[in-house]
């Protein structure tokens, strides 16, 4: 039976680890935040404090629960800090080679109990846990952005991981306040692996001249009751990380239906990324 986590570790302190970080501390939990760059981490303290006093405004949170929830949360740049944490969540870019090399790293500085979880949009779990001499205890937990607003967890089970792992973060998320879906070990799981060619297939009506990006959102918005177009999320979610998991699932599955759109590429290349770079399929002046 794995512990209960009462320290929790959060590696990556960019959009979603800072989410991550943010509601397990809002939970209770104490939590180490790790980025291995100092400007990256203290963004992360910036947003967390931003997001919090949000929560403030509109009367979710008193000041006190804020100002407790951010005192427990202890940021630092050296991966050896992690090393009390029964469970360690990564949030890194979605490269495997990247994630592996964590993981590695990871399983060693750990207690030979704790549990290590990845935010992972598409990657395997299955291979991930290979890497460690710990795969009972690895697994998914791909939470949805914004962290601190979405419901969803996807738990996703490597052919690994064992019961009392799942069993575990299934509670824990649980006591996040999301809601846990479980979810078996394939590309892309089962959010991306609908969601991404969704996304790709708009792109390609672009670069067709199908329709404009305005047009093709207004479609899904008005049409299909969505809460944005696909290209307006698309420029959320990063078109990095879009193409990032397109190349993961048509390599994992060697489908060609999941092909990168060419545009997509040359935007990624170009370094419009979407809401994050200033410019994507619509643009984002600075504030």
């Known amino acids: 039976m ?20 943010h509601v397990c501390a809002r939970a209770g939990y104490n939590v180490l935040l790790c980025d291995l760059q100092q400007p990256l981490l203290d963004r ?4 967390i404090q931003k997001n919090l006093a949000r929560e403030v405004v509109k009367e979710k949170l008193t000041q006190q629960q804020v100002n407790d929830a951010f005192a427990r949360i202890t940021p630092t740049t050296d991966i050896n800090a992690l090393a009390p944490a029964t469970l ?6 979605e490269r495997f080679e990247i994630k592996s090399a964590i993981f590695k790293q990871l399983d060693q500085i750990l207690a030979p109990e704790a549990i290590l979880a990845s935010n992972t949009s598409s990657i395997s779990i299955t291979k991930l846990a290979a890497v460690t001499q710990r795969p009972e205890q690895v697994i998914g937990m791909h939470f949805f952005n914004p962290v601190p607003v979405m419901k969803l967890v996807e738990v996703i089970r490597g052919l690994q991981t064992s019961q009392a792992t799942f069993d575990t973060i299934k509670s824990i998320s649980e006591k996040l306040g999301k809601t846990p879906v479980e979810v078996n070990d394939a590309a892309g799981f089962v959010s991306n692996r ?16 199908v329709a404009t990006p305005e047009a093709i959102d207004q479609v899904f918005v008005l049409g299909m009751a969505h809460p944005m177009g696909p290209l307006t999320l698309a ?22 239906k999941y092909r990168p759109c060419p545009l997509l590429i040359r935007m ?11 410019k994507g399929f619509y643009p984002y002046p600075s504030t």
């Open 2 to 21: 794995n512990p209960t986590p009462t320290i929790l570790g959060v590696l990556g302190a960019g959009t979603m680890g800072n989410g991550i970080a």
């Open 44 to 47: 992360g303290l910036a947003t």
């Open 88 to 93: 360690v969540i990564e949030a890194a870019t």
């Open 194 to 209: 609908v969601l991404m060619p969704l996304i790709n297939e708009a792109i390609f009506a672009v670069m067709e001249g």
């Open 235 to 256: 420029d959320f979610i990063g078109l990095d990380v879009c193409l990032d998991i397109m190349r993961v699932l048509v390599e994992a599955t060697g489908d060609p």
């Open 268 to 278: 990624v290349s170009a370094g419009w990324l979407g809401r994050k770079s200033g």
